[in-house]
């Protein structure tokens, strides 16, 4: 043989497809007998799957029965204990056909008009041993609009009557009355009544912001300092919110001297004076709530609510059939209901008419944001 031959290359490849083949079809084989192995345990894991996703929603079906619950009043509100009457204090298997079924707590909340609910879903039944039994647990609050009374910081000047059952007139300062002033009394009431009373009645942060949404959704929202005036009238009956430039909440310490960690810009004022009401009316039914300071002069008829976060001033002739409320978060000193010389300040406690709000905006029972979490045993 000469070297030209052994360097010529070769042309002739028979036989080399048959162990290509070969060891394709085994590493074929090797990955079919991978995969097999692997399916083995796929049915079972989408079947738990399944069963997970069904028991949680058949829990989420156990809050809308307590959201229902509560809109309706089924669920008393206040309720007589901490935890809700059966069949809502977890202790009854409600049943939905032969799909499952769920078990729901409703328990009262850290605030009164908040709840906690807790709702435990069942696919195919309740039972820890039926095989394939699957079931999920979930945990929210849930909260409504809060519905306020009439306590507060207040001093009376001029022409004021103030009936109706309530703990009498109450302030957690010095109170000054002075002017044609008849307090009524009706037997009953409390007395003594302490702070901690007042301060269930204040807008939470989680409250304002609840409040807030409402108002953007009715387009009855607005920023910074206000005038409202025959002129400039309030927009609408129902929900009006006025916020903060920044949009958020005031924040001040409790105790003086008091300081706020918002800019000076955040410190809005609120006027309303004349006939202020909506297309310069006398008159406006709802609430009126001010992330901030009002002064409300003139004699403009507000039937509902009044709210500041900070602190109110009356004067002229205005009438408030409903509530008037500060929470004087900034300036600690008392909210003044003055009057001029020919003024005549007329406050009316209606509950009736602050809980008329529920006719501009919806008041059931609804998600607290952020608070939804499923949970393991």
């Not at 058949?58 to 809109?71: I, K, N, P």
């Not at 000076?264 to 008159?283: E, F, L």
């Amino acid at each position: 043989m000469q070297l030209t031959d052994l360097l010529r290359p070769r042309r002739n490849e028979h036989g080399i497809a048959l162990p290509t083949a070969l060891i394709a079809l085994a590493l074929l084989t090797t990955l079919m007998v991978a995969f097999a192995v692997l399916s083995k345990s796929e049915p079972l894991i989408a079947r738990n799957h399944w069963k997970g996703s069904q028991a949680r929603a058949l829990a989420e079906a156990g809050v809308e029965r307590a959201l229902w619950a509560l809109t309706s009043t089924v669920i008393p509100n206040p309720m007589a204990g901490s935890i809700a009457p059966s069949p809502y204090d977890g202790s009854t298997f409600l049943a939905l056909g032969t799909a499952g079924g769920f078990f729901v707590t409703v328990s009262n909340g850290t605030a009164t008009n908040e709840r906690v609910v807790e709702a435990v879903g069942w696919t195919p039944t309740y039972s820890t041993t039926v095989p394939g039994a699957a079931h999920r647990r979930v945990h929210l609050t849930v909260s409504q609009v809060k519905f306020l009374g009439a306590p507060g910081h207040a001093s009376v000047v001029a022409s004021d009557n103030s009936c109706g059952v309530m703990a009498g007139a109450e302030t957690t300062g010095n109170q000054t009355v002075s002017g044609d002033v008849n307090f009524c009394c009706t037997p009953g009431q409390l007395e003594n009544v302490p702070t901690s009373i007042f301060d269930q009645y204040m807008l939470t942060d989680s409250d304002l912001n609840a409040l807030k949404a409402l108002a953007k959704a009715s387009g009855t929202y607005m920023q910074g300092s206000q005038v409202f005036n025959a002129g400039n009238p309030i927009p609408a009956d129902g929900l009006v919110f006025i916020d903060t430039p920044s949009g958020n909440n005031l924040s001040c310490t409790p105790t003086p001297p008091t300081t706020c960690t918002n800019p000076d810009s955040d410190m809005i004022t609120v006027s309303i004076a004349g006939n202020a009401g909506p297309g310069g009316s006398s008159t406006f039914s709802g609430w009126i709530v001010v992330n901030g300071s009002v002064t409300h002069s003139g004699n403009t008829t507000i039937n509902g609510l009044l709210y500041a976060q900070n602190d109110i001033t009356m004067s002229g002739t205005p009438t408030v059939n409903g509530a008037v409320m500060s929470r004087n978060i900034k300036d600690l000193s008392s909210t003044n209901i003055d009057a001029s010389v020919e003024g005549n300040i007329s406050i009316n406690y209606d509950c009736a008419k602050v809980k008329a709000i529920s006719n501009f905006v919806p008041t059931g029972w609804s998600v607290k944001a952020g608070t939804y979490r499923e949970i393991s045993d």
